[in-house]
T-cell receptor, first 107, second 115 residues
Framework: SQQGEEDPQALSIQEGENATMNCSYK?????LQWYRQNSGRGLVHLIL?????REKHSGRLRVTLDTSKKSSSLLITASRAADTASYFC???????FGAGTRLTVKP | DAGVIQSPRHEVTEMGQEVTLRCKPI?????LFWYRQTMMRGLELLIY????????DSGMPEDRFSAKMPNASFSTLKIQPSEPRDSAVYFC?????????????FGPGTRLTVT
C-alpha cells in the first residue's frame, strides 16, 4: 500500500483564493515530495522537503512538514486557472502515490 | 536533455496479443520506475530499478507482466498475453538517487487500449 495519502480528494475554489491540501504518511521518512499532474500527462515534481525542515517555499507554493503528526500540507496562494490539476505526495521511502487531490480553480 | 522518452504514445491491441512498452530515461539517471494509472486504481507503482537491477517488483500484477532494463538507457515493460483490464496509461519515470532524494521525472506516458 502507498505511504502518502492526500486529502481532500477534490477541492474547488475561485481564482485568486488559496488552496490547501494535505498529505499523511505512515512511517518515518527522509524526504517528502509533492507532484502535480495535468490531465493526461505525466507527473511534474513541484517541491521536496526534507525531514529536518519544517517549511519550504517555491514561488506561490508553501509546503509544511510535521514529522510528529506524520503529515504535510501544500498551500498554493493566489490560485490561477492554470493550477487546475491533481496533486500528489510521495515519500522517498516508498515512491508510491495516493489518490491525489483534484484541484479545480474557476476563473 | 529531451526528458524521459516513451514509445509508443498510443497502443491499441486485441486481447491475447503481446504488448511491449519502451522507455528511455534521462541520461545520467540511475533509477527507473514504471507506473500504471487508471481511474479505478489510481497511480500504481509496478516496478523500479536501481542501476539496472530490479529492486521492488511487488506491484507487478501477475506473471503476464515482465520488465527489463538491459542497460542504463533503455527499459521495456511487456505484457503477454494482454487482457482488456490492462487498459491504462503506463508511465515511466527516472531519477538520480543522490543523498536519499528520489525526485522523479516522468515521461508522457503510453495509453494502452486492449479490446
Amino acid at each position: 500500500s502507498q505511504q502518502g495519502e492526500e486529502d481532500p480528494q477534490a477541492l474547488s475554489i475561485q481564482e485568486g483564493e488559496n488552496a490547501t491540501m494535505n498529505c499523511s504518511y505512515k512511517t518515518s521518512i527522509n524526504n517528502l515530495q509533492w507532484y502535480r499532474q495535468n490531465s493526461g500527462r505525466g507527473l511534474v515534481h513541484l517541491i521536496l522537503i526534507r525531514s529536518n525542515e519544517r517549511e519550504k517555499h517555491s514561488g506561490r507554493l508553501r509546503v509544511t512538514l510535521d514529522t510528529s503528526k506524520k503529515s504535510s500540507s501544500l498551500l498554493i496562494t493566489a490560485s490561477r486557472a492554470a493550477d487546475t490539476a491533481s496533486y500528489f505526495c510521495a515519500t522517498d521511502d516508498d515512491m508510491r502515490f495516493g489518490a491525489g487531490t483534484r484541484l479545480t480553480v474557476k476563473p | 536533455d529531451a526528458g524521459v522518452i516513451q514509445s509508443p504514445r498510443h497502443e491499441v491491441t486485441e486481447m491475447g496479443q503481446e504488448v511491449t512498452l519502451r522507455c528511455k530515461p534521462i541520461s545520467g539517471h540511475n533509477s527507473l520506475f514504471w507506473y500504471r494509472q487508471t481511474m479505478m486504481r489510481g497511480l500504481e507503482l509496478l516496478i523500479y530499478f536501481n542501476n539496472n537491477v530490479p529492486i521492488d517488483d511487488s506491484g507487478m500484477p501477475e506473471d503476464r507482466f515482465s520488465a527489463k532494463m538491459p542497460n542504463a538507457s533503455f527499459s521495456t515493460l511487456k505484457i503477454q498475453p494482454s487482457e482488456p483490464r490492462d487498459s491504462a496509461v503506463y508511465f515511466c519515470a527516472s531519477s538520480l538517487m543522490a543523498s536519499g532524494s528520489y525526485e522523479q521525472y516522468f515521461g508522457p506516458g503510453t495509453r494502452l487500449t486492449v479490446t
